[in-house]
Protein backbone atom coordinates (compact mmCIF):
# COMPACT_ATOMS: atom_id res chain seq x y z
CA UNK A 1 0.00 0.00 0.00
CA UNK A 2 1.02 3.67 -0.79
CA UNK A 3 1.79 5.88 2.15
CA UNK A 4 -0.84 8.82 3.08
CA UNK A 5 2.08 11.07 1.65
CA UNK A 6 2.51 9.13 -1.52
CA UNK A 7 -1.36 9.59 -2.61
CA UNK A 8 -1.08 12.84 -2.02
CA UNK A 9 2.11 12.88 -4.43
CA UNK A 10 -0.94 11.70 -6.93
CA UNK A 11 -1.97 15.34 -6.85
CA UNK A 12 0.90 16.86 -8.50
CA UNK A 13 0.63 19.43 -10.86
CA UNK A 14 -0.83 22.75 -12.59
CA UNK A 15 -4.51 22.43 -11.83
CA UNK A 16 -7.05 25.05 -14.21
CA UNK A 17 -10.27 25.79 -13.06
CA UNK A 18 -12.82 27.34 -10.91
CA UNK A 19 -14.02 28.32 -7.50
CA UNK A 20 -18.05 27.80 -7.80
CA UNK A 21 -20.16 29.13 -5.26
CA UNK A 22 -23.53 27.86 -4.83
CA UNK A 23 -26.56 28.16 -2.14
CA UNK A 24 -27.29 24.83 -0.66
CA UNK A 25 -30.19 24.78 -2.85
CA UNK A 26 -27.78 24.98 -6.16
CA UNK A 27 -28.14 28.50 -7.12
CA UNK A 28 -25.53 30.07 -8.93
CA UNK A 29 -23.26 32.87 -6.26
CA UNK A 30 -20.20 33.12 -7.99
CA UNK A 31 -17.72 32.06 -10.03
CA UNK A 32 -14.15 32.69 -10.16
CA UNK A 33 -11.53 31.32 -12.41
CA UNK A 34 -8.50 29.75 -10.70
CA UNK A 35 -5.22 28.17 -11.08
CA UNK A 36 -3.70 25.37 -8.32
CA UNK A 37 -0.03 24.42 -8.16
CA UNK A 38 0.98 21.39 -6.13
CA UNK A 39 5.12 21.46 -6.49
CA UNK A 40 6.77 18.84 -4.88
CA UNK A 41 10.27 20.56 -3.32
CA UNK A 42 13.18 18.84 -1.86
CA UNK A 43 12.43 15.77 -3.68
CA UNK A 44 8.73 15.39 -2.92
CA UNK A 45 9.25 15.84 1.05
CA UNK A 46 7.37 18.84 0.84
CA UNK A 47 4.78 20.05 -0.84
CA UNK A 48 4.72 24.04 -1.95
CA UNK A 49 0.99 25.06 -2.76
CA UNK A 50 -0.02 27.77 -4.96
CA UNK A 51 -3.86 28.93 -5.26
CA UNK A 52 -4.30 32.15 -7.27
CA UNK A 53 -7.96 33.44 -7.89
CA UNK A 54 -8.02 35.05 -11.34
CA UNK A 55 -10.80 38.01 -10.69
CA UNK A 56 -11.94 40.19 -14.09
CA UNK A 57 -11.79 43.38 -12.28
CA UNK A 58 -9.01 43.41 -9.90
CA UNK A 59 -5.48 42.02 -9.90
CA UNK A 60 -5.06 38.09 -8.55
CA UNK A 61 -4.95 36.83 -5.02
CA UNK A 62 -2.43 34.17 -4.14
CA UNK A 63 -2.13 32.35 -1.48
CA UNK A 64 0.58 30.09 -0.88
CA UNK A 65 1.80 27.27 1.24
CA UNK A 66 4.38 24.72 1.82
CA UNK A 67 4.35 21.84 4.48
CA UNK A 68 5.58 18.41 4.72
CA UNK A 69 3.21 16.68 6.54
CA UNK A 70 -0.16 16.13 6.72
CA UNK A 71 -2.85 17.37 9.36
CA UNK A 72 -5.06 15.37 11.33
CA UNK A 73 -8.26 15.78 9.88
CA UNK A 74 -7.76 14.23 6.22
CA UNK A 75 -7.61 11.11 4.70
CA UNK A 76 -5.88 9.77 1.25
CA UNK A 77 -7.62 7.07 -0.87
CA UNK A 78 -4.99 5.23 -3.13
CA UNK A 79 -5.97 6.89 -6.12
CA UNK A 80 -4.93 10.08 -4.75
CA UNK A 81 -8.78 10.68 -3.50
CA UNK A 82 -8.61 12.64 -0.21
CA UNK A 83 -10.91 14.13 2.34
CA UNK A 84 -10.47 16.84 5.25
CA UNK A 85 -12.45 18.57 7.64
CA UNK A 86 -14.06 18.66 11.01
CA UNK A 87 -12.55 15.91 13.41
CA UNK A 88 -15.79 16.32 15.85
CA UNK A 89 -19.40 17.69 15.29
CA UNK A 90 -20.51 19.67 18.03
CA UNK A 91 -23.77 22.01 18.39
CA UNK A 92 -21.69 24.41 20.23
CA UNK A 93 -18.93 25.09 17.69
CA UNK A 94 -18.84 26.06 14.42
CA UNK A 95 -17.85 26.24 11.61
CA UNK A 96 -18.21 22.69 10.64
CA UNK A 97 -17.41 20.89 7.16
CA UNK A 98 -15.21 19.09 4.76
CA UNK A 99 -13.65 19.26 1.42
CA UNK A 100 -13.66 16.27 -1.07
CA UNK A 101 -10.85 15.64 -3.46
CA UNK A 102 -11.66 13.11 -6.70
CA UNK A 103 -9.24 12.77 -9.46
CA UNK A 104 -9.06 10.80 -12.39
CA UNK A 105 -6.59 11.05 -15.31
CA UNK A 106 -6.05 14.78 -16.18
CA UNK A 107 -9.21 15.80 -14.21
CA UNK A 108 -10.02 16.71 -10.41
CA UNK A 109 -13.41 17.17 -8.80
CA UNK A 110 -13.39 18.82 -5.21
CA UNK A 111 -16.43 19.89 -3.67
CA UNK A 112 -16.61 22.32 0.21
CA UNK A 113 -19.29 21.94 2.04
CA UNK A 114 -19.85 23.93 5.10
CA UNK A 115 -22.41 24.18 7.40
CA UNK A 116 -23.65 26.90 9.82
CA UNK A 117 -24.33 28.14 13.90
CA UNK A 118 -27.50 26.40 13.56
CA UNK A 119 -26.02 23.45 11.98
CA UNK A 120 -27.89 23.71 8.56
CA UNK A 121 -26.14 22.87 5.43
CA UNK A 122 -25.06 26.40 4.48
CA UNK A 123 -22.32 26.87 1.55
CA UNK A 124 -21.17 24.97 -1.10
CA UNK A 125 -18.36 25.14 -3.54
CA UNK A 126 -17.93 22.83 -6.34
CA UNK A 127 -14.39 23.52 -8.21
CA UNK A 128 -13.42 21.85 -11.39
CA UNK A 129 -10.65 21.24 -12.52
CA UNK A 130 -8.24 20.02 -15.18
CA UNK A 131 -4.49 19.82 -15.68
CA UNK A 132 -3.49 22.90 -17.79
CA UNK A 133 -2.99 22.43 -21.25
CA UNK A 134 -5.33 19.18 -20.51
CA UNK A 135 -7.53 18.60 -23.69
CA UNK A 136 -9.71 16.80 -21.64
CA UNK A 137 -13.43 17.95 -21.59
CA UNK A 138 -16.03 18.71 -18.45
CA UNK A 139 -19.20 16.31 -18.18
CA UNK A 140 -22.68 17.44 -18.56
CA UNK A 141 -24.68 18.00 -15.37
CA UNK A 142 -25.64 15.35 -13.59
CA UNK A 143 -29.56 14.38 -14.41
CA UNK A 144 -31.57 11.80 -12.30
CA UNK A 145 -31.92 9.82 -15.46
CA UNK A 146 -28.15 8.70 -15.33
CA UNK A 147 -28.66 7.38 -11.57
CA UNK A 148 -31.08 4.84 -12.50
CA UNK A 149 -30.54 1.54 -12.74
CA UNK A 150 -28.33 -1.07 -10.99
CA UNK A 151 -24.68 -0.24 -9.39
CA UNK A 152 -22.46 -2.63 -8.27
CA UNK A 153 -18.59 -1.66 -6.78
CA UNK A 154 -16.15 -1.94 -4.61
CA UNK A 155 -15.71 -0.04 -1.30
CA UNK A 156 -12.41 0.47 0.68
CA UNK A 157 -13.09 2.42 4.29
CA UNK A 158 -10.09 3.69 5.84
CA UNK A 159 -10.71 4.48 9.71
CA UNK A 160 -8.93 7.47 10.97
CA UNK A 161 -5.86 6.32 11.94
CA UNK A 162 -5.08 5.01 8.99
CA UNK A 163 -4.40 1.39 9.92
CA UNK A 164 -8.17 0.56 10.29
CA UNK A 165 -9.06 -0.24 6.64
CA UNK A 166 -11.95 -2.36 4.93
CA UNK A 167 -13.09 -3.71 1.76
CA UNK A 168 -16.30 -4.83 1.00
CA UNK A 169 -19.14 -5.06 -2.37
CA UNK A 170 -21.64 -2.83 -2.80
CA UNK A 171 -24.58 -2.73 -4.38
CA UNK A 172 -27.22 -0.04 -5.18
CA UNK A 173 -30.41 -0.12 -7.08
CA UNK A 174 -32.20 3.28 -7.92
CA UNK A 175 -35.54 3.28 -9.48
CA UNK A 176 -37.94 6.23 -10.67
CA UNK A 177 -41.33 6.15 -9.18
CA UNK A 178 -43.62 8.54 -10.99
CA UNK A 179 -42.59 11.70 -12.71
CA UNK A 180 -41.64 12.95 -8.62
CA UNK A 181 -40.33 10.24 -6.85
CA UNK A 182 -37.46 7.72 -6.71
CA UNK A 183 -36.64 4.55 -4.40
CA UNK A 184 -33.22 3.67 -3.46
CA UNK A 185 -31.90 0.26 -2.07
CA UNK A 186 -28.13 0.04 -1.08
CA UNK A 187 -26.72 -3.75 -0.13
CA UNK A 188 -23.49 -3.26 1.48
CA UNK A 189 -21.57 -6.46 3.84
CA UNK A 190 -24.90 -7.45 5.58
CA UNK A 191 -26.62 -4.30 5.87
CA UNK A 192 -29.28 -3.08 3.48
CA UNK A 193 -31.09 0.57 3.43
CA UNK A 194 -33.62 1.25 1.42
CA UNK A 195 -35.39 4.67 1.33
CA UNK A 196 -37.13 6.86 -1.48
CA UNK A 197 -36.43 10.73 -2.47
CA UNK A 198 -38.78 13.70 -3.60
CA UNK A 199 -37.27 14.82 -7.05
CA UNK A 200 -37.46 18.43 -6.92
CA UNK A 201 -35.50 20.18 -9.89
CA UNK A 202 -31.79 19.36 -9.51
CA UNK A 203 -32.25 18.14 -5.86
CA UNK A 204 -33.78 14.46 -3.99
CA UNK A 205 -34.77 15.14 -1.05
CA UNK A 206 -34.53 11.82 1.32
CA UNK A 207 -37.53 13.57 3.65
CA UNK A 208 -37.87 9.94 6.08
CA UNK A 209 -34.66 9.58 7.33
CA UNK A 210 -33.73 10.23 11.26
CA UNK A 211 -31.68 12.92 9.47
CA UNK A 212 -33.50 14.87 6.37
CA UNK A 213 -30.54 14.52 3.50
CA UNK A 214 -30.45 16.46 -0.02
CA UNK A 215 -28.79 15.35 -2.75
CA UNK A 216 -27.77 17.52 -5.24
CA UNK A 217 -27.21 17.16 -8.88
CA UNK A 218 -24.44 19.28 -10.16
CA UNK A 219 -22.07 20.33 -13.24
CA UNK A 220 -19.39 17.78 -14.38
CA UNK A 221 -20.98 14.63 -13.07
CA UNK A 222 -20.80 15.66 -9.95
CA UNK A 223 -23.43 14.80 -6.68
CA UNK A 224 -23.32 16.44 -2.86
CA UNK A 225 -25.24 14.64 -0.03
CA UNK A 226 -25.79 16.07 2.79
CA UNK A 227 -27.99 16.37 5.23
CA UNK A 228 -30.16 19.54 5.77
CA UNK A 229 -29.75 20.02 9.27
CA UNK A 230 -27.24 18.09 11.58
CA UNK A 231 -28.77 17.00 15.15
CA UNK A 232 -26.13 15.65 18.14
CA UNK A 233 -27.06 12.33 19.02
CA UNK A 234 -27.23 10.60 15.14
CA UNK A 235 -24.70 9.32 12.97
CA UNK A 236 -24.16 10.78 9.84
CA UNK A 237 -22.39 11.09 6.56
CA UNK A 238 -21.10 13.63 4.02
CA UNK A 239 -20.39 12.34 0.38
CA UNK A 240 -19.81 13.52 -3.04
CA UNK A 241 -19.82 11.33 -5.92
CA UNK A 242 -18.44 11.92 -9.62
CA UNK A 243 -20.19 10.60 -12.78
CA UNK A 244 -17.33 9.51 -14.95
CA UNK A 245 -18.76 7.54 -17.75
CA UNK A 246 -22.40 6.99 -18.09
CA UNK A 247 -21.63 3.17 -16.25
CA UNK A 248 -18.97 4.47 -13.89
CA UNK A 249 -19.36 6.48 -11.01
CA UNK A 250 -17.25 7.17 -7.49
CA UNK A 251 -18.41 8.47 -4.28
CA UNK A 252 -16.09 9.72 -1.48
CA UNK A 253 -18.25 9.63 1.92
CA UNK A 254 -17.19 11.01 5.75
CA UNK A 255 -18.37 9.50 8.44
CA UNK A 256 -19.38 10.44 11.88
CA UNK A 257 -20.64 8.60 14.76
CA UNK A 258 -23.46 9.44 17.40
CA UNK A 259 -20.85 10.89 19.27
CA UNK A 260 -20.02 13.62 16.32
CA UNK A 261 -16.48 11.69 16.27
CA UNK A 262 -14.80 11.13 12.57
CA UNK A 263 -14.44 7.80 12.16
CA UNK A 264 -13.27 7.95 8.61
CA UNK A 265 -13.62 7.89 4.84
CA UNK A 266 -14.83 5.48 2.34
CA UNK A 267 -13.97 5.16 -1.38
CA UNK A 268 -16.72 3.49 -3.58
CA UNK A 269 -16.16 2.66 -7.13
CA UNK A 270 -18.98 2.05 -9.07
CA UNK A 271 -20.07 0.08 -12.19
CA UNK A 272 -22.89 0.36 -13.90
CA UNK A 273 -24.84 -3.23 -15.06
CA UNK A 274 -28.33 -2.25 -16.60
CA UNK A 275 -31.39 -0.23 -16.54
Do not use: M, N, W
Given at each position: MLSQWECLLKNLGQWQGSFTRLSPQGDLIEDTPTLVSLQGVNNNRSIRQLVRRLYSDRAPEDLILEYSSLHQGILF???GAFCQGSLYFSSFSSPFGAEFGLISGERRLRIVQLFNERCEFDRLTLIREKLVDSQSPERPMLSVEQLLGQWRGQA??????FYNSAAYSTHISIERQGDNYLSQTLTFGDSQITSSARIEGQRLLFENSPL?????LLPDGASCNTPLKITAGHR??????WLLSPTQRQRLIRSYNEKGEWTGITLVTEEKESY
Open positions: SQTVTTGRDPIQILFVLEVG
